[in-house]
């Protein structure tokens, strides 16, 4: 390598360092300076929901293992109905919606936005649904409910989101027990849940 050659790398790598620097100055300032705005109202950036969009789904993936399998068949009817009665008490269905059940209004103002859990179940596999439900995400409002739910309620939880994207409103009205989550079934909905209770 020639003198001048070497001159040629040193200034480049020079030059190199110092625009990394300044990258890395600018985000700490931007970032201390609190310009980026975190409000709810505004949609983040596309990097921004890039980035975070892939920290989650790599996060996910990573961490929910290959080995972990509930031990019962997920068709399992009264798998499915456990997981119904988990998702009506936890408000999931606030956040989510159901079939033919739209999602609360506040949730409509989320960001990020919860999931569609019948897209969810087509492109998570049962070790990542499962892991999801209990641990949560963080900084998405999805709470963690293995501290709450054992693991076969978890499972059970697994076992109901698999059968959403082919469940009709009345079979979701049926294995919820939860008809006031239809709106205008609300009376029906509370008549029912009481019979139900006085079993």
Not at 29 to 42: D, I, K, L, Q, R
Not at 55 to 74: C, F
Not at 86 to 98: L, S, W
Not at 161 to 177: G, H, N
Request: with cysteine.
């Amino acid at each position: 390598m020639t003198p001048a050659t070497t001159g040629l790398t040193v200034r480049t790598l020079a030059a190199t360092a110092v625009v990394l620097l300044a990258i890395i100055v600018g985000l700490a300032g931007y970032t201390y300076a609190g310009f980026y705005n975190v409000a709810a109202s505004e949609q983040d950036v596309n990097v921004i929901r890039w980035l975070l969009e892939t920290i989650r789904n790599n996060s996910i993936e990573r961490h929910a293992g290959h080995n972990v399998s509930p031990g019962r068949l997920l068709d399992d009817p009264e798998m499915i109905r456990t997981g119904g009665h988990h998702y009506k008490e936890e408000g999931c269905v606030a956040c989510h919606g159901g079939p033919g059940i739209s999602r609360a209004e506040f949730a409509m103002n989320m960001q990020p936005q919860p999931p569609d859990l019948k897209r969810a179940a087509t492109t998570l596999n049962d070790a990542e649904l499962y892991w999801v439900l209990q641990n949560g995400i963080k900084m998405t409002g999805m709470p963690a409910f293995g501290p709450t739910h054992n693991q076969e309620e978890l499972w059970a939880m697994v076992a109901f989101v698999r059968r959403l994207p082919q469940m009709s409103l009345s079979e979701y009205e049926k294995i919820t027990e939860a008809s006031e989550g239809g709106g205008h079934h609300q009376a029906e909905g509370k008549d029912h849940g009481s019979a139900a209770s006085g079993k």
